[in-house]
Structure formats: C-alpha cells, structure tokens
C-alpha cells in the first residue's frame, strides 16, 4: 500500500488535510523554538568566558590596572625596579617561592621569581586562595597596621590577614594556602595583553 493511499480521495479533503498538517508543523516548530533557543548560552555568558583584552600602554611604573575575566577579578600591575629587586629578598619568608604547588597550577611561562613574562609587569588573579577574599595593595614598603616593620611591599587580605609578595606569593605561617592564582595570558603586542589565552606565550 502506497503512502498515497492514505489520503482521502477528495481532492478538497485532501488539500484541507494536507493545510492542517503544514499549519500543525510550524505551529510546533514555532513553540519549540523559543526552547532551543534557551539552552543556547547568552551573549552574556559567552562574554563571560572570553578572553579579556587589556592595554597596558599608559600604565606608569607603580600603577595598578583592574579587569574583570570570568566573574575574577585579574591585577595587572607595572613593577618598578625597587619593586623587582624585593623579590630576592622575600624568598627565604615564602610559603611557595618556586610556585610548586599544584592546586593553583602557575603556568611555566611564569615559574620564575617574577611569576610573569615580562619581568615588569604581573598578571594576577586578585582572590586569597584562603576563603575567596580580594586582598588590598600594600605597595608602600615599611611597618604599617597590620604588616611587618621589614615590609617590602605587596598585597595583604584584610580578612584573615595573608600576605603576599609583589609576585603574588603568600607568607609563610599565614592562612592562605597558595601563591594568588596566575591567569593564562598573552602579549598582543607591547602594549595589549589578552587575558584567558596563552597560545603565544
């Protein structure tokens, strides 16, 4: 039996029957569609995701630039060369100088005492790995409420009181477990730096 004949053999129930089907199909597809538009990700959520590109071409020496990547905060900071030569001399004071734990994975491009690709400037995510607090800048060196008298500059969580280097490494004896978290970035150019990928690195 064909499939013809299944249809009615008035051509004007045929048509009718034929018109309903078509009808009932994109009334279908038109109430689906609002669904299966839904499980698409938003243009916020892709957004949310993607690298972050930043230009880092005004900064002065000192300054610290503030961007958001993935709901983080990310710090760029351009090092002066006082700031640079104090990272020798934390070393001995440090949780993790050499960046070897695992549960904030360093990428290799910035497993050096610097923890950056360009020396002169840091890419860090701005989270105590403690309990999810954003540690305050602390870049003036020297005994100040809260810090040691031997200060030599870096970043201090107020909330528990975590201390870290101008690499973004943590005191040891402190609460925070880790270094802060280095993101996978990449120089576009001398002055732009993608945040979120590290292809180039």
Not at 71 to 87: D, F, N, S
Not at 102 to 122: C, G, M, Q, W
């Amino acid at each position: 039996m064909s499939d013809s004949s299944l249809l009615p053999d008035d051509p004007t129930r045929r048509s009718a029957l034929l018109t309903t089907c078509a009808v009932g199909a994109a009334g279908g597809a038109t109430v689906a569609w609002p669904f299966l538009k839904s499980l698409k990700p938003s243009e916020r959520a892709l957004a949310a995701g993607a690298p972050v590109e930043v230009d880092i071409g005004a900064m002065a020496p000192g300054d610290l630039k503030r961007v958001e990547w993935r709901g983080k905060p990310v710090w760029v900071v351009r090092r002066t060369p006082e700031m640079l030569a104090t990272l020798k001399q934390t070393e001995s004071q440090l949780a993790d100088p050499a960046s070897d734990r695992k549960a904030y994975p360093t990428p290799d491009y910035a497993k050096n005492v610097h923890r950056s690709i360009k020396p002169e400037f840091l890419v860090v995510v701005g989270i105590c790995s403690h309990l999810g607090c954003s540690p305050s800048e602390k870049f003036t060196p020297g005994g100040q409420p809260s810090l040691p008298d031997d200060w030599t500059g870096g970043f201090l969580c107020p909330c528990h009181g975590s201390t870290f280097d101008l690499a973004g490494r943590v005191f040891k004896n402190k609460p925070a477990p880790d270094n802060l978290e280095v993101p996978p970035h990449t120089y576009l150019s001398d002055s732009r730096i993608l945040i979120g990928e590290d292809k180039k690195a």
